[in-house]
């Protein structure tokens, strides 16, 4: 059970809740103690693509936190929420409704590397504490402006004249606010917004095409069939080559070893002996050395 189960995360559930229900039908299953992490928060208010890494994957999570994303979510306008999404009040208004037309004319501002606020409802820490407990503390709460890349942002309408609200689908890396981005939209267009659906489609390699959903999840516990749902550990690596190994070479590196006079394009790669995960590694200067090694058994 070393690998990943990927959960169409449900309105109103928290990130830590989706990795404690998957430690539930992990237990009603029988199938044993296992660590269980995710790979990157997902709000309550926001549903779509959780990953939760299971036993030797989770060594991943960290990795999945620094992954691009893929978002749909739709921007309300004539109001603005100091939560910047449907929670909290009202605190600006606007009678200014954009059309469609001007809608798109101004995606182009916020595509490539941008500079955004992050929202003052977020887990940043200010001075040690989370900026979410500040502002509702009553604080006044400044964050520092990010530097961000969206690399793709476009409408999901065709059509329209003056519109009460748009759905949007944004690339984005990782550190990006879908709030702040709805926001800043919403003032570029000379009125308010905020958002009140948000979808995640896409973390890192993982998509919702191999989501379930809780129900699912649960189901699947009972019948002690979760196998059937689970991804290979190197599932998280789509996107780094792999590197063969030999049982010399898979042993050194398990030790912490480096391997020498390897002759491949520095980088990352993914050593395997066979089919068995046996590091993440970094190739310079042709030297492997290990970045995160897998505790697996090899056969």
Do not use: C
């Amino acid at each position: 059970m070393h690998g990943w189960i990927i959960l169409d995360k449900p309105l109103g559930l928290g990130s830590t809740q989706g990795v404690s229900a998957v430690k539930r039908a992990l237990r009603s299953g029988e199938y044993g103690k296992w660590k269980v992490g995710h790979g990157g928060t997902l709000d309550p208010l926001a549903t779509g693509v959780l990953p939760i890494a299971v036993g030797e994957a989770t060594k991943l999570a960290g990795r999945m936190l620094d992954s691009d994303k893929v978002y749909d979510f739709t921007i309300r306008f004539g109001e603005q929420t100091d939560t910047l999404d449907a929670e909290g009040p009202v605190i600006a208004t606007s009678a200014v409704r954009p059309t469609l037309a001007a809608v798109e004319a101004v995606l182009p501002r916020f595509t490539g590397p941008i500079s955004q606020v992050p929202p003052i409802y977020s887990a940043l820490k200010v001075d040690g504490a989370r900026a979410y407990d500040l502002a509702r503390a009553g604080a006044d709460v400044v964050l520092a402006s990010r530097n961000v890349t969206i690399y793709a942002l476009h409408s999901k309408l065709r059509a329209g004249e003056e519109l009460e609200e748009v759905t949007l689908t944004a690339h984005v890396s990782k550190g990006t606010y879908i709030r702040s981005l709805a926001r800043d939209i919403a003032l570029a267009l000379g009125t308010v917004g905020h958002v009140t659906m948000l979808r995640r489609t896409k973390a890192g390699p993982f998509t919702l095409e191999p989501a379930i959903s809780l129900d699912k999840l649960v189901e699947l516990g009972q019948a002690r069939a979760l196998e059937h749902i689970f991804l290979p550990l190197r599932a998280g690596l789509d996107d780094i080559p792999a590197l063969p190994l030999t049982p010399d070479q898979a042993g050194a590196l398990r030790q912490g070893r480096v391997l020498a006079g390897i002759a491949m394009n520095d980088g990352l790669r993914f050593a395997m002996l066979d089919d068995v995960p046996v590091a993440l590694v970094e190739v310079r200067d042709r030297s492997v050395s290990v970045v995160r090694g897998f505790n697996m058994t090899m056969s």
